[in-house]
Each structure stands twice: as C-alpha cells, then as structure tokens.
C-alpha cells in the first residue's frame, strides 16, 4: 500500500549515499502527492543524482528539492539538467555546495534554455531568479549585489540573460564571479541585445576574465555602461579592454 497524503520529506543528514537515493528515486517516479523533499548532507554522488535525475523526468508532483551538500559532480549535474529539460513541475532546486564545477554548472545552464518551470536555483548560497533572468517574468533591472555569488553562479546567469530581450540592468557587484564566470557572461553578452548596463565590479576578475569581457565588447552593440573596478585585470586586462574601444 502506498502513502498517498505526505507532502514533505525530510532526510538530511542521514548517510542514504547513491544506494539510498536510487530507492528514493524509484519512489518518486509512482508516488503523485509528494511537493517537497530534502536530501542534504546524505553523500549522495553522480550515481545518485542518475537515479534522482530519473525520477524527474516522469515525476508529476514534485516541486521542490533539495540536494545541497552533497558530493554530484559535473556527470550528476548533466543528468539533472536532462531531467529538467522534460520536467513541468519542478520550481525550486538547492544544489549548492556540491562538486559541479564549471561543465556542471554549463549542463544546468543549457538546461535552463528548455525548462519553462524553475523559479529558483540555489547553486552557492543565494537562489537565482531564473525567471526574471531569462525574461519570461519581465524586469529591466535585477540586483545580485553582495550575495556571495561564484562562478557557478555566473555561468548560469549568463546562460540566462542570452537571449533575455527585456532585462536593461544587472547588478553582480561585490561577488566572486572571477574568471570563468566573467568568459561566459562575455559570450552571453554577444548574444544579447538589450542589456545596457552591468555592474561586475569586485568580483575577482584577472586578466583572462577581462580578455572574454574584451573580445564581447567588440561584437556587443548595446551595452552602454560596464563598471569593472576593484577587480584584478591589471595592465593586461586594461590591454584587452582598450583594443576593444578603438
């Protein structure tokens, strides 16, 4: 017999590791009434995060989940990204403080493109407003200031505001996008063809951060405002900015 009236599970801190999360995914993909489940803090790894990604894909209820602390790397994060790109009903998704790195920030990102759901993705400590990022909730401007904010943070951003024809303003000031956030916000911005000012000051980035910077601001027709300051591009960083202006 099946529960058929639990709404919210909670399992953090319980060691279920990929063994356990294959069990809770083979549940998830027949059970229609549970909206929200956490599974932080339970070693859960790529393996895992197959068995998870799964689920969602044919999951119907299921809007909330929380994966934060954990061990998903870039292969688990690709299978969630699969999933997310079928998935109608997830709205919130906590994946901070795993082992994305950079690929497994880029397969959320590109996921991002096709899911219509998501609301909020959390991959560092402060959820991203994805819908206001990609422009299907029209904002001119957002404010991401101070919010401790990394580069996995960056590359998501960046793979939503690409082709967002609304948003004028994005504030990522006093954050730690550094150098690999700041090349994808470079190729977002040779895409994009409305955003006019952007704030990317304090935010870690060296010279080859400033040399993406550079190379999209000779292709970027609209962008009338880039605060770089208190950053580290130094006289190489300044050279790329400055054949981008001639």
């Known amino acids: 017999k099946s529960n058929m009236v639990l709404t919210t599970l909670i399992l953090g801190r319980n060691q279920i590791g990929d063994e356990g999360a294959q069990r809770i995914g083979e549940a998830l993909k027949k059970n229609p009434v549970l909206i929200s489940l956490s599974?932080?803090?339970?070693?859960?790894?790529?393996?895992?995060?197959?068995?998870?990604?799964?689920?969602?894909?044919t999951n119907k209820a299921l809007t909330s989940?929380?994966?934060?602390?954990?061990?998903?790397?870039?292969?688990?994060?690709?299978?969630?990204?699969?999933?997310?790109k079928s998935n109608m009903v997830l709205t919130t998704l906590m994946l901070q403080w795993n082992l994305l790195g950079e690929k497994g920030a880029q397969h959320i990102g590109e996921a991002l493109k096709i899911n219509k759901m998501l609301t909020s993705l959390d991959l560092d400590g402060h959820a991203l407003p994805i819908l206001e990022l990609k422009g299907v909730s029209a904002v001119k401007t957002i404010e991401?200031?101070?919010?401790?904010?990394?580069?996995?943070s960056g590359i998501v951003i960046a793979s939503c505001i690409s082709?967002?024809?609304?948003?004028?303003?994005?504030n990522l000031n006093y954050n730690e996008i550094g150098n690999e956030g700041a090349q994808?916000?470079?190729?977002?911005?040779?895409?994009?063809?409305?955003?006019?000012?952007?704030?990317?000051?304090?935010n870690r980035i060296g010279p080859e951060g400033a040399k993406h910077i550079g190379e999209a601001l000779k292709i970027n027709t609209v962008l009338t405002k880039l605060d770089l300051s208190h950053n580290e591009i130094g006289d190489e960083g300044a050279q790329h900015i400055g054949e981008a202006l001639k």
């Open 39 to 57: 599974l932080m803090y339970n070693e859960i790894g790529d393996e895992g995060a197959q068995h998870i990604g799964e689920a969602l894909k």
């Open 65 to 84: 989940l929380n994966l934060m602390f954990n061990a998903i790397g870039a292969e688990g994060a690709q299978h969630i990204g699969e999933a997310l």
């Open 144 to 152: 991401l200031q101070r919010k401790g904010l990394t580069h996995l």
């Open 163 to 170: 082709s967002n024809l609304v948003l004028k303003s994005l």
């Open 184 to 202: 994808h916000i470079g190729e977002a911005l040779k895409i994009n063809e409305a955003l006019t000012t952007l704030n990317l000051g304090y």
